[in-house]
């Protein structure tokens, strides 16, 4: 999204997209030209040096520039300086071309997130720039309280936001505004799971066979078993969008224990809806394909679902994995089943999963753990991964986005709490203290105030069938004998309280109250190792905490830093730390890995510039380092010139 205030712009914000689109209506392709682009494959459509050819294809380029945040050309072609969208739709320059030339020869038969976007543009008064038709559904039930109604969101959406929802200057752009706001809610509303695509084991050898038969043309393919309910409801539904959104999602054939083959699916029909799909798939002529849904059936099976698949492909040695790493949706009951997945996991991703499994095991049986380690180690992140996990065992670690919002959802829900130590935090503010209040006569009362410990710890007490968690950050830097006081004692394991018995302790606090530790309360502290200006953890804290140390880990680096000259810079670093360190047993400075995951290698020079060079000063100032300042400059500028190369 663009950053200029949408309230503050005084016409439509995206008035050159209306523009683009505005140009395209007026090219005129002729049904010739349509069939011949249409029969063209993407790759010779987009380097096609033929005049009306190049023409439709500049004017599409230059629309889905103002449309979509990822647009091929958008750099070169969008004239905003800040190359503001209507959105990021997720749907591929292919499919853009496809469904944009589909609407010009009949609108109706374009997908609807196309026609969203050309109805916002043509229409923003009365129309939202939100691509998908499930956000649509899910943001109707979260504001409307409704199921969602196409003729009749955009206007019950707007009425509805417009009550708490700035104005603009221009009243064309109170959708966007209305829009952004949206979205910066959407941990609320979206609470459909993102799904990719199936998986299924199968291994009864006729994928070569399809592969021979089908060559570049079309392939109809079809199961026959589902767990019940399964395909007619949500992950029916999700497919659905994917096709929407995207023209396809992807099938694998798991041979072995590995994905093998992959299908790309372009549509897919059940029994009740192929009827009105057969025709059109019949005009593309697929291999396999039969007119009546019935005939989808060998000797002992027939089909529940079919498929129309544009490709189906062997994959290279190389590119096959094991099935283990397809994130789930759900765990299928039969090894027959297709499973919806969420996306495929690098191994990078199926280590730290375990590792998180782990820690959270560690945690079950512990009840309190600190996490520690040197800055940009990732402590925020697990600490967030291993809160999500034990509220939610099923969840597994997807993309970061993801992680959050599930994290900011159980801090919505109070089943998360977040709290900084720091050397004034006191026992009064944590667990209980007394606060003046003036009565209506104005009179002085003291009243006893729970604090933050004391509240989480009812509300888990008061909900035993849920997990609650504790964040403690920087753990260290307050006094923690001092600010959790005679409560101790009561966060051993075995001193807990379950609801069940009354083998637990319990203590009388200054308001009388007799207090407990729930067994359902779970406490994650993070500390930082490096940090030398704050007092240890003493021994009676250490006897009570699991202490879990993260590592500097050049693997994260490789896998997701985008800037091509991380890696190296994270081994110089490095190095140089270990070359200069004072103390031979300290090995907490190690540059963390998060310093070096940028996008490219002009954010990775600013973070070198602004946030990794400032880190090294304070360790040599510190003492920790033992390098003249003459030399570090030395150093620091080498690693300017390699990133400026």
Not at 483 to 496: M, N, P, S, V
Request: glycine share 4%; net charge negative; proline share 2%.
């Amino acid at each position: 999204m663009f950053t200029t205030t949408v309230t503050q712009e005084e016409k439509f914000c995206l008035e050159k997209g209306r523009e683009a689109l505005e140009a395209f209506k007026e090219i005129d392709i002729s049904p010739d030209l349509y069939r011949k682009i249409e029969s063209m494959k993407f790759d010779d459509f987009k380097n096609e040096k033929d005049t009306d050819i190049k023409n439709v294809r500049d004017a599409i380029y230059k629309l889905v520039s103002y449309c979509d945040k990822n647009a091929a050309d958008k750099a070169r072609l969008n004239e905003y300086n800040d190359k503001r969208t209507v959105a990021k739709t997720g749907i591929r320059q292919n499919a853009w071309v496809v469904q944009l030339l589909k609407w010009k020869q009949d609108e109706d038969s374009a997908k609807d997130s196309i026609k969203n976007i050309i109805s916002y543009l043509m229409n923003p008064k009365e129309n939202f720039p939100i691509v998908s038709e499930a956000h649509k559904a899910l943001m109707s039930k979260y504001y409307l309280q409704k199921e969602y109604d196409k003729t009749s969101f955009n206007t019950e959406l707007k009425s509805y936001m417009g009550s708490f929802v700035d104005k603009c200057k221009c009243d064309e752009n109170d959708t966007y505004a209305m829009m952004l706001y949206a979205y910066d809610e959407e941990h609320k509303w979206n609470t459909l799971p993102h799904i990719e695509g199936l998986w299924t084991r199968d291994s009864t050898n006729w994928q070569d066979n399809l592969i021979e038969e089908m060559g570049n043309g079309y392939a109809v393919g079809w199961h026959h078993l589902f767990p019940s309910g399964w395909f007619e409801k949500k992950v029916q539904y999700l497919l659905m969008q994917l096709l929407d959104e995207n023209g396809s999602f992807p099938i694998y054939y798991v041979t072995n224990n590995k994905a093998v083959y992959k299908a790309t699916v372009c549509d897919m029909a059940d029994e009740k809806t192929y009827d009105k799909k057969v025709a059109e798939w019949k005009a593309k002529n697929p291999v396999w394909f039969y007119d009546k849904f019935k005939n989808y059936v060998d000797e002992n099976k027939k089909a529940k679902v079919v498929f129309l698949m544009s490709k189906f492909i062997k994959l290279k040695e190389e590119e096959q994995f094991t099935y283990d790493l397809f994130e789930e949706y759900y765990k299928s009951a039969s090894r027959q089943n297709m499973v919806a997945y969420k996306r495929i996991l690098n191994e990078k991703d199926k280590v730290m999963n375990e590792d998180i499994n782990r820690i959270v095991k560690l945690l079950k049986m512990k009840k309190n753990i600190i996490l520690q380690g040197a800055p940009g180690t990732g402590k925020t992140y697990t600490t967030a991964a291993i809160a999500v996990k034990v509220i939610d065992q099923t969840y597994n670690i997807s993309s970061r986005e993801e992680l959050m919002s599930e994290y900011q959802k159980y801090k919505d829900e109070n089943r998360i709490c977040f709290v900084t130590f720091h050397q004034a935090m006191e026992y009064e503010a944590f667990v209980e203290g007394m606060r003046a209040e003036i009565t209506k006569n104005d009179d002085v009362v003291y009243k006893y105030c729970p604090g933050i410990f004391k509240k989480i710890c009812l509300s888990a007490e008061n909900d035993l069938s849920n997990n609650y968690i504790l964040i403690i950050d920087e753990i260290n830097r307050g006094n923690v004998s001092k600010i959790f006081g005679e409560l101790i004692t009561l966060l051993e394991a075995d001193k807990r309280w379950n609801g069940k018995d009354d083998k637990y302790e319990s203590v009388t606090l200054p308001s009388q109250d007799k207090f407990k530790v729930p067994d359902n309360l779970y406490i994650i502290g993070t500390m930082n190792t490096t940090d030398r200006s704050v007092g240890t953890i003493d021994y009676a804290i250490r006897r009570r905490f699991a202490f879990v140390t993260l590592h500097s880990d050049e693997t994260v680096v490789k896998e997701y830093s985008k800037a091509d000259k991380a890696v190296k810079l994270f081994k110089d670093v490095n190095e140089y730390i270990n070359k200069y360190k004072a103390d031979d047993d300290f090995e907490d400075l190690m540059v963390g890995h998060s310093y070096f995951l940028a996008k490219d290698n002009d954010e990775l020079s600013m973070k070198l510039e602004y946030e990794i060079i400032p880190l090294l000063e304070d360790y040599r100032k510190d003492g920790l380092l033992n390098i003249t300042k003459e030399k570090a400059k030395e150093d620091y500028e080498k690693w300017r010139n390699i990133l400026n190369q």
